[in-house]
């Protein structure tokens, strides 16, 4: 390059620290707006994904985010109650595919999700190393959450225990390692899933220990014909293997066994419409679809975001009214540069190309700092539905 | 015979605030060295622009190496500026953020026919042979002395093989022995180019190293003796 344009660069190359401060300071203008709209319309295109290949969600009357959030995302915090038989029941009336999933639970801070094997089937989960889970006890991983973990087949995984200090709550329970699933790039990835029993054991609702006619008899603190009742002193499995598999059994009420959501796949349009509108004229449980209340959540998230715009059109402007101070005081200092070039014949264009130049070349480099901010920024933060969770 | 590097005749220009430069006739004669002196004010540093082609006079006529330069465009007269005439100003006046070689290869930037980029380098190389810089080619102006600054400015002056050099008190920020061997270098390279040399100058000890000398106080050519 030569001219005025090769001296436009030679100059910022020759002042490094102000011209990086520059670029860094429009780079980031540039780049906040850019990574907000590039990072909703990613949580956007994610959220419907999800939503749209899960055509319907049974779940506990109220909030219809936390259904879905709990269902689809395994958010736990409000993950509401839906008993099994609900689920035996739907899946008796309606033509299709009916899912159940308990989401409660957690194993070192991971969503530990308990469902059936028709879970893995309509999702299109298949394992990448080992098997789905066929026993209680095992658990397979998430894609992401077997890397973050360093767990592979045959390793133990520990579920979290909910309360230290109340002994009348379970212990963590450890799980075997079956398999990890292939990457989906779902919220899938992030958790880990068992069955249905390994997920009431952990809740507490059914254990495994020794036979009370094989224990020590200070052990037993009565009994009838129908059953013996135990000191809690005998301690429960804390694992569940092929061998005591047989011990567990549950003491409620089987009909309170919990569920946080039941997933539906109709064999129809028909059987949506039908089954739905029943569930909900009867009203103990509400049938949601998904895609509609993703859509109301969304449309939460782009008036942030035109709000964010607002704010970035604010930024933007301040940033321009400094940079043009910023060059207007350079101009000043510059002045003696200018007249000399001038005075040793330089055409009056050149002395503006020259600030041009300059100028031209910080916008491009803070378009390409922006770029550059922006790729990484979404490829750092990759599924961000895992902040739903 | 090649025509003289410079001829003025009938000079007139004045400023708004009362100042007024009047010369009648000035040929400089080819390789000839030229002080300019005279009282601080008086318009020397006026004249050098004028013949420069920097400011335009309201009469006369400004000839330089047979070329009417005050009829010219203002980007003619540039043009012919960065073409045939090397400047040397008392500061100086370097580029901080070009480092010498760069420094003396910036008339070619401004050349409206630049030379190929290998034949400026080989020019840019030969000149600052000759002026001893060819170790200092790679540092910014604020890493050199003066005196080397001083010979950069002078290389940035004769970088396009111009006919006349003119210089604006180029040694008034030298100490004497600085001063007098600067002069000697401007005029030995000038005379190297086949260059005509004219210099403002307030220091009248260096005036020995000219041809001529002539004092605007009057504003009248006076030759010396």
């Not at chain 1, 959030?69 to 008993?83: C, D, K, M, N, S």
């Not at chain 1, 194993?107 to 469902?115: C, H, I, R, S």
């Amino acid at each position: 390059m030569r001219g005025a344009w090769g001296l436009a660069w030679l100059r910022l190359q020759r002042h490094p620290v102000p011209s990086a401060i520059l670029v860094l300071c429009l780079g980031l203008t540039i780049a906040l707006p850019w990574a907000g709209r590039a990072l909703v319309a990613d949580y956007r295109t994610q959220l419907l994904a999800r939503a749209e290949a899960t055509p319907l969600v049974l779940g506990e009357r109220g909030d219809r985010f936390d259904v879905v959030l709990a269902a689809l995302y395994f958010r736990t915090g409000r993950a509401g109650f839906v008993p099994f038989p609900e689920a035996e029941r739907l899946a008796a009336e309606a033509p299709g595919v009916v899912v159940p999933v308990s989401a409660r639970a957690t194993a070192q801070g991971a969503p530990l999700v308990g469902t059936t094997p028709e879970y893995f089937e309509q999702r299109g989960l298949v394992a990448a190393t080992g098997d789905l889970p066929v026993y209680a006890g095992e658990v397979v991983l998430g894609h992401a959450l077997a890397a973050e973990l360093g767990l592979t087949v045959g390793d133990a995984l520990f579920s979290d225990v909910r309360e230290l200090y109340d002994l009348a709550v379970p212990p963590a329970l450890k799980l075997r390692v079956c398999g990890v699933l292939a990457a989906s790039g779902t919220a899938d990835d992030g958790a880990a899933f068992v069955d249905l029993t390994s997920c009431w054991v952990l809740e507490g609702f059914a254990h495994g220990h020794d036979d009370p006619s094989e224990v020590d008899q200070a052990y037993v603190l009565g009994g009838d014909e129908d059953g013996v009742v135990v000191s809690g002193a005998l301690l429960s499995y804390q694992e569940i293997t092929p061998e005591n598999l047989p011990s567990f059994h549950d003491h409620g009420d089987p009909e309170r066994l919990p569920l946080t959501a039941l997933l539906y796949w109709p064999a129809s349009d028909k059987d949506a419409t039908l089954v739905r509108t029943r569930v909900n004229q009867r009203g103990s449980y509400q049938m949601l679809r998904p895609v509609e209340v993703v859509d109301e959540l969304l449309a939460y998230v782009l008036r942030v975001r035109q709000l964010m715009d607002g704010l970035s059109l604010v930024l933007g402007a301040v940033t321009i009214a400094l940079g043009t101070m910023v060059y207007a005081l350079s101009s000043r200092l510059r002045a003696a540069e200018f007249r000399t070039l001038r005075r040793m014949g330089c055409p009056r264009a050149f002395v503006a190309r020259l600030v041009l130049g300059e100028i031209l070349a910080v916008v491009l480099l803070a378009l390409a700092f922006a770029a550059l901010a922006t790729f990484l920024v979404r490829t750092a933060l990759g599924d961000l539905t895992v902040w739903l969770q | 015979m090649s025509a003289a590097p410079l001829r003025l005749e009938g000079l007139r220009f004045s400023h708004g605030d009362g100042f007024q430069l009047a010369l009648d006739q000035l040929e400089v004669a080819p390789r000839e060295r030229i002080a300019l002196i005279g009282p601080s004010g008086c318009g020397k540093t006026t004249l050098l622009h004028l013949i420069a082609g920097i400011l335009v006079p309201e009469a006369g006529q400004i000839e330089v190496l047979g070329q009417r330069i005050d009829g010219l465009s203002d980007a003619a007269r540039r043009a012919f500026r960065v073409r045939h005439i090397g400047l040397v100003f008392q500061e100086f006046e370097l580029l901080d953020y070009l480092t010498a070689a760069e420094n003396l290869a910036l008339p070619f930037r401004l050349h409206p026919d630049p030379l190929p980029r290998a034949e400026a380098e080989a020019r840019v190389q030969q000149l600052a042979e000759r002026l001893g810089l060819q170790d200092l080619l790679q540092r910014r102006p604020a890493r050199l002395s003066q005196g080397e600054r001083q010979r950069v400015a002078l290389g940035r002056a004769l970088v396009t093989s111009p006919g006349l050099v003119l210089g604006d008190e180029p040694t008034g920020n030298l100490d004497p022995d600085n001063a007098r061997r600067s002069l000697d270098l401007l005029h030995e390279q000038a005379a190297a180019e086949d260059a005509a040399v004219l210099v403002v100058t307030h220091d009248h000890s260096l005036l020995d190293r000219f041809d001529r000398v002539i004092t605007l106080a009057e504003l009248r050519p006076e030759v010396s003796a």
